[in-house]
């Protein structure tokens, strides 16, 4: 039996609030400081502490862009060289990784769009018609037999395969009336290795429809988030590979790697 992988496809689209969040929090501490009657001492203290944090932000996307063969051609998503890769102890960089298998990126990159688009682009009325043949057009490129964690490290955690998963997402679609449709935009700048290959892109999105009560999405509104996959493939079988798990780029949680 495979290792159980973590993802949370239902919360896949939420946002990043917490940059926002961040700043907000800096911005009202600078503000009562102000208010006090704080000492120049103090305000310059603050000062000092806001320029770290900038300057060390700085400094780690300098480090991530070294890794890789950035070239400015996703310039118009400049997140996805914000975001530090995961790293465990069988990483291996952009740079590095390309310079030995620079021939596989493209059907990589295809594989993880083709993934991504066949799920989210979306109308209830085609899936409802035929479940079976919406779900087999999005495991067309994913392993069904790789397991994942539903609802990881909460009372609700259960396993179960990727294809069963995706069988509840569809299902949610129909009962929801959702139409939706989705584009991935990804570079070969973005592809990377830790024991499995990752593919980062941009998810770019707009939600038509649906009844959905809990939906933080505007109807009708393009929005975008960043985006990894994860699959494995077989160097010596260029046909034995497939879709494992995907999840926001930023969440370090989505992906076990064993």
């Known amino acids: 039996m495979k290792r159980p992988y973590k993802t949370n496809l239902f919360t896949i689209l939420i946002p990043c609030v917490?940059?926002?969040?961040?700043?907000?929090?800096?911005?009202?501490?600078?503000?009562?400081?102000?208010?006090?009657?704080?000492?120049?001492q103090e305000k310059q203290n603050t000062s000092e502490e806001i320029t770290h944090v900038v300057?060390?932000?700085?400094t780690d996307v300098l480090d991530y862009i070294s890794e890789t063969n950035y070239t400015g051609r996703l310039s118009q998503y400049p997140e996805l060289y914000q975001i530090p890769f995961r790293k465990s102890d069988a990483y291996i960089c952009?740079?590095?990784?390309?310079?030995?298998?620079?021939?596989?990126?493209?059907?990589?990159?295809?594989?993880?769009?083709?993934?991504?688009?066949?799920?989210?682009?979306?109308?209830?009325?085609?899936?409802?018609?035929?479940p079976s043949k919406f779900v087999m057009g999005v495991m067309k490129n994913a392993d069904p037999e790789v397991y994942i964690a539903k609802g990881y490290d909460t009372e609700e955690e259960r396993c179960l395969y990727l294809y069963d998963y995706i069988k509840e997402l569809s299902d949610y679609f129909v009962e929801n009336q959702v139409e939706m449709e989705a584009k991935f935009y990804t570079?070969?700048?973005?592809?990377?290795?830790?024991?499995?290959?990752?593919?980062?892109?941009?998810?770019?999105?707009?939600?038509?429809?649906?009844?959905?009560?809990?939906?933080?999405?505007?109807?009708?509104?393009?929005?975008?988030?960043?985006?990894e996959v994860a699959m494995h493939r077989m160097l010596s079988n260029p046909s034995n590979r497939g879709v494992c798990s995907f999840g926001k780029a930023e969440d370090t949680t989505f992906f076990l790697t064993p």
């Open 55 to 58: 300057s060390k932000k700085e």
């Open 18 to 40: 917490a940059a926002c969040l961040a700043v907000s929090a800096v911005t009202y501490a600078f503000i009562y400081l102000r208010k006090v009657g704080a000492t120049e």
């Open 187 to 227: 570079d070969d700048s973005l592809v990377y290795s830790d024991f499995y290959t990752f593919v980062r892109g941009e998810l770019v999105f707009t939600i038509y429809s649906s009844e959905d009560p809990d939906l933080i999405y505007e109807p009708g509104k393009e929005y975008q988030i960043p985006v």
């Open 94 to 130: 952009n740079k590095d990784f390309s310079e030995k298998h620079k021939d596989i990126f493209e059907e990589c990159e295809k594989d993880a769009a083709a993934f991504l688009e066949a799920l989210f682009n979306v109308d209830y009325r085609t899936v409802a018609e035929d």
